[in-house]
């Protein structure tokens, strides 16, 4: 089993950028679609991105589209999501978890495909 390690949360004003990490480590992160999630205070746990495990084909929720980039970096084991253009509806807990799905990344926007979760970073943004 993958564990997984968030980092590079924090506070930042509005039209500000962060870019979050995703340590891997336990197995080849190569062989793992990755996606992040958030949950904002109040609200359920709802997808933001997915990239396939080759990092061939990437997918976004609407409200994130131009202005989120999902990547990941085999080598590394690590992925990223670089957060452009922060608005204060961004504010949440992101988690990135990890899949062993091999389909196109938009069927990886259900939680139910991943097989491992990190334990998440807060994104605060003042308006």
């Known amino acids: 089993q993958v564990q997984l390690v968030e980092s590079g949360g924090g506070l930042v004003q509005a039209g500000g950028s962060l870019r979050l990490s995703c340590a891997a480590s336990g197995r080849p992160f190569s062989t793992y679609a990755m996606g992040w999630f958030r949950q904002a205070p109040g609200k359920e746990r709802e997808f933001v991105a997915a990239i396939t495990w080759s990092a061939d084909d990437t997918y976004y929720t609407d409200s994130v589209k131009g202005r989120f980039t999902i990547s990941k970096d085999n080598a590394k084991n690590t992925g990223y999501l670089q957060m452009n253009s922060l608005k204060p509806e961004d504010v949440a807990v992101y988690y990135c978890?990890?899949?062993?799905?091999?389909?196109?990344?938009?069927?990886?926007?259900?939680?139910?495909?991943?097989?491992?979760w990190g334990q998440g970073t807060q994104v605060t943004v003042s308006s």
């Open positions: 978890a990890a899949s062993k799905w091999i389909g196109p990344a938009a069927t990886l926007s259900f939680s139910r495909r991943y097989d491992a």
